[in-house]
């Protein structure tokens, strides 16, 4: 039972404790520039002390800066021999005039009120690098007569461990992150003259630089528009001669109407060998009535040609 209640209580003063220190508020500095860490405490009675304390990452916790309600502050020249630490607001607000990369890590701030309560301020504070100009690399994978293949590879030469990087390309948007990103494209002459954007961030600054396809691409354009030209060839080599081809059938047929329509029957009247030596062939235009002779009539048609 005693035992129980010990736990209890041991549980209790850890929580206490950790509740105390609550979750660090998150601030992200950009290099070179100035911010302030300023504390959300409310307090309700005057200051007595507030002092600020620095852990960089994976080392030990330093105080840097200290503030009495004699109103005197001041911060350790040892740990700010450039004095970029400024205290204001009865030591509530700590001033980082010019942010350096070793300035990450968690800042704390332990304020002492006139009834000698305690209160404590926490910050993890991350210091980013300005995105420095990305680079985009184009390798042409391989090109045909309507297909571009590419890769487009952007990249910083940094070496900040995360970033963001977005590639925008009409309406399209594709992120990934890291230091570098990779985008395998297949391109039809439509996107080939389109522009693509690589957007890169950190959550403090960003920059970006844009690519239009290699000229290597473009090759297409004049594939295709070869192309147009070879269809237009075989248009014409395929359709001028049907449609000479249908213009002389045409004249042929309506010829022909003509020519059927204008049939002379012509009668030739043989005359049987066997009453006269010779035949007499006589042309006339309406067949005798009165033939003495055997006649045959034939007609006898032009053949148009
Ligand atoms: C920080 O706060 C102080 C006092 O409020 C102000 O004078 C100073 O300009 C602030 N600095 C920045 C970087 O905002
Ligand atoms: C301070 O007080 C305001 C309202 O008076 C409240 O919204 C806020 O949460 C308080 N902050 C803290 C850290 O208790
Ligand atoms: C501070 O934030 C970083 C990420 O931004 C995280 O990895 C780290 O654990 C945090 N530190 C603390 C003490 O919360
Ligand atoms: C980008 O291309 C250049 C020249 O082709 C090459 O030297 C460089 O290694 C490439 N960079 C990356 C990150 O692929
Ligand atoms: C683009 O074409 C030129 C010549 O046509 C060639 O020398 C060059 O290597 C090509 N570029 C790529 C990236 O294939
Ligand atoms: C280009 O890429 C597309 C899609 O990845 C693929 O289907 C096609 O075969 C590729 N074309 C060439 C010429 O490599």
Redesign the pocket.
Known sequence: MLKAVAEIWVIALVLHVWGEQGTPLHLNGLLSQAINLTSDLNVTQPVRDSFWYFTPSGRRKKRICEFRNDKTHHCDKWNDPRERFELYNDGMTLEIKSVMLEDSGIFELLVTLQDRTTETSLFNFTVYEPVPSPKIN???ENVNADRCNITLYCFVMSSAPMLSFVWKYGNQERESYGNGFRIELSLTPKDSSMEYHCLVRNPVSQNMASVLP???CS?IHNGQSRNKYYIMLSLLIIVFPLAVWFVIVMNRTTKKGEVSAQTERTYYEVEDLSSQKMSNVQQAKNPPETAKAQTIYCVLQRDGE
């Open positions: 184009i390798t042409l290699p000229q290597n090759i």
